[in-house]
Nanobody, 129 residues
Framework: QVQLVESGGGLVQAGGSLRLSCATS????????MAWFRQAPGKEREFVTA????????YYADSVQGRFTISRDNAKTTVYLQMNSLKPDDTAVYSC??????????????????????WGQGTQVTVSS
């Protein structure tokens, strides 16, 4: 049974920080690219960041570049999202996602931003002003 379970969301003031975790099971974590997406009320889901299967490459949406950091621990089958300098516009439900890759896969921005097959339930992040 594939599971992705996010945690760490909550209420934080603008300028503050949060660290989200996504604990996974039921698939070969080290063979999957991992990503974070977010969806604010009334808006479409948007890409936030992604990390390659070995953790050596990352991509970020322009809106979070320099403020957010994605990382992964393959031994713990967990991916993290460190969020600093939070803004009210960061308020959203944050979901983690997994996408299969092979040794031949090129971790391009195109690959990293779409086509994810496994999804978590999401965790709410609210940034107050």
């Amino acid at each position: 049974q594939v599971q992705l379970v996010e945690s760490g969301g909550g209420l934080v003031q603008a300028g503050g920080s949060l660290r989200l975790s996504c604990a996974t099971s039921g698939f070969t974590f080290s063979r999957y690219a991992m990503a974070w997406f977010r969806q604010a009320p009334g808006k479409e889901r948007e890409f936030v960041t992604a990390i390659s299967w070995g953790g050596r490459a990352t991509y970020y949406a322009d809106s979070v570049q320099g403020r957010f950091t994605i990382s992964r621990d393959n031994a713990k089958t967990t991916v993290y999202l460190q969020m600093n300098s939070l803004k009210p516009d960061d308020t959203a439900v944050y979901s983690c996602a997994a996408k299969f890759a092979t040794a031949a896969t090129i971790f391009s921005r195109t690959f990293a931003t779409r086509g994810y097959e496994y999804w978590g339930q999401g965790t709410q992040v609210t940034v107050s002003s």
